[in-house]
């Protein structure tokens, strides 16, 4: 494993290519698809740069410094890679031949500045109506769901809700890697491990919370459920610790309540489905879904409420605000939908 001193000294030499990049404040992801395609992501545009890799052998020593310093195995038996530049910023990458033409490669640049409710409004990513209701809702201990695509936003807007939060609650936070930037005054932050080049020594998502639950929290916040692991968030929402957040990939609040179920039933346990579904619909109190335009945008496009089950066992979910015509996110009309 390299030291962590040296290990960033060696970065712009290896990644001199990509390093004007890397120091751009306004790019938010690098997207290598082999030595001499490089994108870039700015304001939620996608440019093809001029930059290149000398060759592919450049760009495979870059990736296995990378690894070598996070001490996870880079070969023809572990072609994936998941880890963070001493920045936090956070890089997946996939060689060649699982890759076509090459390695391929991401890096989701670390944000050096906090996204806040007011900085959301401004962008008319919320509405000051629906801003507050969020303030209310999670200062209140309702357990929210941030539900959207890739790319949508939903870890800074995570972040961003966890400022409602009162400042004598403990907060434990669970990710892969650490992204989610919380400004409270008792945070616990603690992040999950791959197993090393002997396929031991791995800490699950679904490991770190089953031990968060002795840990004493008073909300629990997962960067992202996409596994087993959500029973045992939908088991921590509703035994006493109120607030919790997390976020999941749907399309809408139907979508995501259903993914946590199919999720939770990924878990090695004989719940009946009903009584999981039962089990969701009281964990889930409000859903927030995130959407990015064809403009690049990152916004609030709606806030549903999860309401319990109808007679038939599906969930009802209440739409509380909606983007109109205009594109202005509003209140919307009580009326239960069944899903």
């Not at 999670?138 to 539900?147: A, E, F, L, M, P």
């Not at 090393?196 to 459920?225: C, F, N, Q, Y």
Request: hydrophobic share 40%; with cysteine; net charge positive.
């Amino acid at each position: 494993m390299i030291p962590a001193g040296a290990f960033r000294e060696s970065i712009p030499r290896f990644l001199a290519p990509i390093e004007n990049l890397l120091a751009d404040p306004s790019v938010s992801e690098i997207m290598i698809n082999g030595p001499s395609e490089i994108w870039i992501e700015r304001n939620g545009i996608l440019d093809l740069t001029s930059q290149r890799f000398g060759d592919g052998n450049t760009l495979q020593a870059a990736l296995t410094n990378i690894s070598q310093y996070m001490g996870r195995p880079l070969d023809a038996l572990h072609p994936i890679l998941e880890a963070t530049l001493p920045d936090g910023s956070r890089v997946e990458a996939v060689l060649s031949p699982i890759a076509k033409g090459g390695p391929i490669v991401s890096i989701r640049k670390f944000s050096r500045s906090t996204l806040t409710m007011e900085r959301l409004v401004k962008l008319d990513s919320l509405s000051k109506r629906a801003a507050l209701f969020l303030a209310n809702a999670v200062g209140g201990s309702r357990n929210v769901i941030i539900s959207g695509g890739t790319g949508t936003g939903k870890t800074s807007l995570l972040g961003a809700f966890s400022s409602f939060v009162g400042e004598n609650e403990r907060l434990v936070v669970i990710e892969d890697t650490h992204e989610i930037q919380i400004h409270r005054p008792h945070v616990v932050y603690l992040e999950s491990r791959s197993q090393d080049e002997r396929g031991k020594g791995r800490v699950s998502i679904r490991d770190l919370l089953r031990a968060t639950l002795r840990l004493r929290p008073d909300r629990i916040i997962v960067g992202e459920v996409r596994g087993a692991e959500a029973l045992d968030m939908i088991q921590a929402m509703t035994s006493g610790h109120g607030g919790s957040m997390t976020t999941v990939h749907a399309s809408c609040s139907a979508d995501a309540v259903r993914r946590l179920e199919t999720m939770a039933l990924m878990a090695d346990t004989a719940l009946p489905l009903t009584a999981l579904r039962a089990q969701v619909a009281s964990a889930v109190d409000i859903i927030v879904q995130a959407e990015r335009t064809a403009t690049g945008k990152r916004q609030v496009c709606a806030i549903d409420a999860v309401k319990g089950l109808s007679a038939n066992g599906d969930y009802v979910i209440r739409k509380l605000f909606a983007r109109d015509r205009q594109g202005h996110l509003v209140a919307a009309k009580r009326v239960p939908k069944k899903v």
